[in-house]
Nanobody, 115 residues
Framework: QVQVVESGGGLVQAGGSLRLSCAAS????????MGWYRQAPGKQRELVAQ???????NYADATKGRFTISRGNVKNTVYLQMNSLKPEDTAVYYC?????????WGQGTQVTVSS
């Protein structure tokens, strides 16, 4: 059993910043990838940023230069620093962990950016 918990969402004005946190626990072995996705109303879930075990970091084109994903000092944690937020960043943000037993998702945290 793997648990993934996100925190840090909220309401912010356009141009502001938020930092999301993700902590995973349970039967975690070797993580293949850990990262962030988001889903806006009426849209499909999409990749925001992801770190892989090979050291690769991938960002969506819409977030490059504004968002930064990083590992936490505590094992199996990851952060998403979001700067220069735009109204189109409004979505539920989900943390995803992938390992050989499957992929695991958190419950999501709402990020709302007002114009």
């Amino acid at each position: 059993q793997v648990q993934v918990v996100e925190s840090g969402g909220g309401l912010v004005q356009a141009g502001g910043s938020l930092r999301l946190s993700c902590a995973a626990s349970g039967s975690i072995f070797v993580i293949n990838a850990m990262g962030w996705y988001r889903q806006a109303p009426g849209k499909q879930r999409e990749l925001v940023a992801q770190m892989t075990s090979g050291g690769n970091i991938n960002y969506a084109d819409a977030t490059k230069g504004r968002f930064t994903i990083s590992r936490g000092n505590v094992k199996n944690t990851v952060y998403l620093q979001m700067n220069s937020l735009k109204p189109e960043d409004t979505a539920v943000y989900y943390c995803r962990l992938a390992q050989y037993t499957g992929e695991y998702w958190g419950q999501g945290t709402q990020v709302t950016v007002s114009s």
